[in-house]
């Protein structure tokens, strides 16, 4: 594989200096790009995208032709697992993903068969062995999967949720069969991640969209447990560097130094938790990754440069910050101010890696 010509993003993920704060943006290529929506229409629709390995290169490497970001991030859906499991997957314009059969007994749970990434997703390990190709040791590729937790919600609830009552009545009511269900997700997920590092990928995320949702104990219990289990059965060495993990939990604020226990490199922060104070929760732990507001970005490019900079402020000098948004960006935004984002990160934070190496 080709030598990384930028490696700033791995850098911090690990804790080693760099040059400046690296910064990348979860959904960078998605909506708000017009390329992406000629794409999506040349692809005919969002599945197809993702099912199309050099479509989803395309996407992927959209937003690195605009901006100076320091990490690619594959282009697929968290869905594809249970879609993968024979869970029937499709998204209606304007409602997104649902799924024609749902999880709602234990026999439900086990008839899912479990999952053989090299056989049942081979376009998305196809997909990041053509970005990395493409890429060709530009900045490195991160590739990511949703958390068990997180996917056990679409599969019982059918589709996306305000209250998430069947997710829960099912993990009160049937917590055996809840936990079969995790246990059988954790496995794929770690499959999966595992497939994309073998493939190529440089770094992963998981993606605890929905673990916010629980109280305390079954946030402990149903969400962090089994993306513990996840991270201990991923391959955390290729291509001779460190595969760096993130975990990110969308208001996970309450269980910081839990997450940072998990055996994580870093924690993914929503945009609710002061960077400074997490940093002094569990900084010396794990790197930190985060944590604008994306609404900032339908400000003015003052605001954007002033919240950038009060966010780099807080988490002060030293290494180990991955700058980011607390959530994907929305399609709304206007593609220029993304630019004004990704340039005062790194024009800003120079001054908080005086005397590093790049």
């Given at each position: 594989?080709?030598?990384?010509?930028?490696?700033?993003?791995?850098?911090?993920?690990?804790?080693?200096?760099?040059?400046?704060?690296?910064?990348?943006?979860?959904?960078?290529?998605?909506?708000?790009?017009?390329?992406?929506?000629?794409?999506?229409?040349?692809?005919?629709?969002?599945?197809s995208?993702?099912?199309s390995?050099?479509?989803?290169?395309?996407?992927?490497?959209?937003?690195?032709?605009?901006?100076?970001?320091?990490?690619?991030?594959?282009?697929?859906?968290?869905?594809?697992?249970?879609?993968?499991m024979?869970?029937?997957?499709?998204?209606?314009?304007?409602?997104?993903?649902?799924?024609?059969?749902?999880?709602?007994?234990?026999?439900?749970?086990?008839?899912?068969?479990e999952?053989?990434?090299?056989?049942?997703?081979?376009?998305?390990?196809?997909?990041?062995?053509?970005?990395?190709?493409?890429?060709?040791?530009?900045v490195?590729?991160?590739?990511?999967?949703?958390?068990?937790?997180?996917?056990?919600?679409?599969?019982?609830?059918g589709?996306?949720?305000?209250?998430?009552?069947?997710?829960?009545?099912?993990?009160?009511?049937?917590?055996?069969?809840?936990?079969?269900l995790?246990?059988?997700l954790?496995?794929?997920?770690?499959?999966?991640?595992?497939?994309q590092?073998?493939?190529?990928?440089q770094?992963?995320?998981?993606?605890?969209?929905?673990g916010?949702?629980?109280?305390?104990?079954a946030?402990?219990q149903?969400s962090?447990?089994?993306?513990?289990?996840?991270?201990?059965?991923?391959?955390?060495v290729?291509?001779?560097?460190?595969?760096?993990?993130?975990?990110?939990?969308?208001?996970?604020?309450?269980?910081?130094?839990?997450i940072?226990?998990?055996?994580?490199?870093?924690?993914?922060l929503?945009?609710?938790?002061?960077?400074?104070?997490?940093?002094?929760?569990?900084?010396?732990k794990?790197?930190?990754?985060?944590?604008?507001?994306?609404?900032?970005?339908?400000?003015?490019?003052?605001?954007?440069?002033?919240?950038v900079g009060?966010?780099?402020?807080?988490?002060?000098?030293?290494?180990?910050?991955?700058?980011?948004?607390?959530?994907?960006?929305?399609?709304?935004?206007?593609?220029?101010?993304?630019?004004?984002?990704?340039?005062?990160?790194?024009?800003?934070?120079?001054?908080?890696?005086?005397?590093?190496?790049?």
């Open positions: 594989m080709t030598a990384l010509k930028n490696d700033r993003f791995l850098r911090a993920l690990t804790g080693q200096s760099a040059d400046m704060t690296p910064v990348w943006m979860m959904r960078q290529a998605g909506r708000y790009l017009p390329e992406y929506r000629a794409t999506r229409k040349q692809a005919g629709d969002f599945l995208l993702c099912k390995p050099e479509l989803a290169c395309e996407v992927t490497l959209q937003p690195l032709r605009r901006y100076a970001m320091d990490a690619a991030i594959l282009f697929s859906d968290i869905l594809t697992i249970p879609d993968a024979g869970q029937g997957l499709y998204f209606t314009e304007g409602e997104g993903p649902r799924f024609r059969k749902i999880v709602r007994t234990e026999a439900d749970v086990l008839a899912l068969p999952l053989n990434t090299a056989r049942d997703l081979s376009y998305v390990t196809d997909a990041v062995s053509v970005i990395r190709r493409e890429l060709n040791g530009s490195p590729l991160i590739g990511f999967s949703g958390s068990p937790w997180t996917l056990a919600t679409y599969m019982i609830e589709s996306g949720s305000k209250d998430f009552r069947h997710a829960k009545s099912f993990m009160y009511n049937q917590p055996e069969a809840m936990h079969l995790l246990d059988k954790a496995r794929a997920v770690a499959d999966y991640l595992n497939a590092i073998a493939a190529g990928a770094a992963v995320q998981i993606f605890d969209t929905w916010g949702v629980l109280s305390t104990p946030y402990q149903f962090l447990a089994y993306m513990k289990k996840v991270v201990q059965q991923l391959t955390r290729s291509e001779g560097r460190e595969v760096p993990v993130i975990l990110f939990t969308k208001n996970g604020g309450l269980w910081l130094e839990d940072a226990d998990s055996g994580c490199d870093c924690v993914g929503d945009w609710t938790i002061d960077i400074g104070r997490a940093r002094a929760r569990i900084g010396s794990v790197s930190l990754q985060g944590n604008m507001d994306p609404s900032i970005l339908y400000a003015t490019p003052q605001s954007i440069r002033a919240e009060r966010i780099l402020q807080d988490f002060g000098p030293g290494n180990g910050h991955v700058f980011n948004l607390g959530h994907g960006i929305t399609p709304d935004v206007d593609p220029q101010n993304v630019a004004v984002f990704v340039e005062s990160v790194h024009e800003l934070s120079q001054q908080y890696h005086q005397g590093n190496a790049g």
